[in-house]
């Protein structure tokens, strides 16, 4: 297999098997299907060298070069599986389980060496939330959470607690990523008054609050999401509570929260409310993207001082998903939305294409960073199942569609080292679809039969906001407060000039004789005056909202519709002056 194909493991009610990537799209024949109806998993090592997956009778681990099976365990309950990060340690858990014989139960946590095939170690480990011990890149640390202390094992010895890091009632940890020294984030949830809290240590340096790196504490947070960069120097943390007090939304509150390891942390301030749908960090590590508020969902980019760097303005998204080099970011609203994904260049902030994948429940970069799969999988939906690749111009390369009697539960790319796939020069035109594309007629929406002959009038429940780059450029931005200020004062002279003009103008009796027409400033009627007073205050008020659009304010329906009445407007106004 060449390096430059990455494979794609599909699995489904009809078992396991694989398919090279594009461009060949075809069944990998080094890899032998596995045909079992009960795969509960599958794993690819962090490198992609080796593959694993558990079929309700053994745990199979192959070189994915040429097939060539490597251990196979006797392990029929395996119900998760996790490779370690240098491929040396395979840990499976199953299951726990007490009977009236076993009240205690037996570990259902192994730790396997694949070098011997032996296993190493055998743990309990109760829940499946936290199951999988967390290694740093080098494997030299290896760390689980055992009540309420994260416990530290060094060199893959897992026979000897080497540290403890312990805090009362530790709910999560998360070890940074990157070259040593290796940091470890806690998270401690507040009771009884008292905040919740994140600290950064560095191991092994855990005396008490003193020696933490950073903390930043926070009330609202019932659990966090915690995310490390890539180089593991910061962190972001989504606190959330599972009930919002203020009524404001369905799915609790949430927060956006900054802390790096120099000791910084703020809170991110979202211009938009609402509820925090996903957070990413770019590969570069120096970026990261949110997408946040109610929908439509707004969208930002920010700095490593959470200041914004670019806004997508506003549209139906719940998702974003950095290519591996991080030089093209998707924007994509699946789950209950339509599934449109909106693919951009992250260095020149420029839409790349604007493609639609309906009913997907999945996503995932390839890592030549050019081609993506999303997929619909069993069981968030049970019908029309499959999967597409897409290049990320567009257009679709490969298409499967699972019969209506089977299911697909999960695809996944094979993962490479970073480097293995550089980053090539982003093209903007659409690559030709390898794939029939079927025009499917959108489905009209309801009309009642007594509006079914009548025109069709757009009605907009939102007003989408345009990102920031394709919005109306105003120049007022360029001024300062003080020249701004002037400006509208001049403004506002000579638009009070102008209706004074035109006052004289009015009143400049048209028939050479005087007599023939009354002065409009005074028709000798008080109601026709008024009439007239109040059609000049609605004339004045068109005006300023002209000036507002010209300036690039963007205004709103009424407002438009109050400009179209101009005309009629104007001839009111003269017929009520000549005393029509």
Known sequence: MALSTPLLAVRGSEGIYMLNGPPTNTENTSFTRDGKKNCKGFIFSRDGSLFAWCNGENVNIVATQDGRLLHSFDLPKAALLAFSPQSNILTTWQTYITTKNNPHGDPNLHLWDLKSGQCLKSLFQKKMQGWCPCWSDDESLCARNVNNEVQFFEGNEFDKIANKLHLQKVSDFALSPGPQPCKVAVYVPGSKGAPSFVRLYQYPNFDGPSSALANKSFFKADKVTMLWNKKGTALLVIASTDVDKSGASYYGEQTLHYIASNGESALVQLPKNGPIYDVVWNPNSVEFCAVYGFMPAKVTVFNQKCDPVFDFGTGPRNAAFYSPQGHILVLAGFGNLRGQMEVWDVKKYKQISKPQAADSTYFSWCPDGEHIVTATCAPRLRV????????????VRHEIQIPSNSELWEVQWQPFVDGAFPEKPI???????????????????????????????????????????????????????????NQKKREARKASKQESKSDIIQETPIDPEPRAVPCPESQGDPEMDKKIKNIKKKLKAIEQLKEQEASGKQLEKNQLEKMQKEEALLKELEDLELGL
């Open 384 to 395: 029309s199942n499959g999967f597409k690749i897409w290049h990320y111009s567009g257009a």
């Open 427 to 485: 093209r903007y035109h659409t690559v030709p679809n390898d794939v029939p594309s079927i025009d499917v007629k959108p489905a009209q929406a309801y009309r009642p039969p007594a509006l079914r002959n009548k025109p069709i009038t757009s009605i907009k429940l939102h007003e989408e906001e345009l990102p920031q780059n394709m919005r109306p450029q105003s120049t007022d931005k360029q001024l300062s407060k003080a020249a701004l200020k």
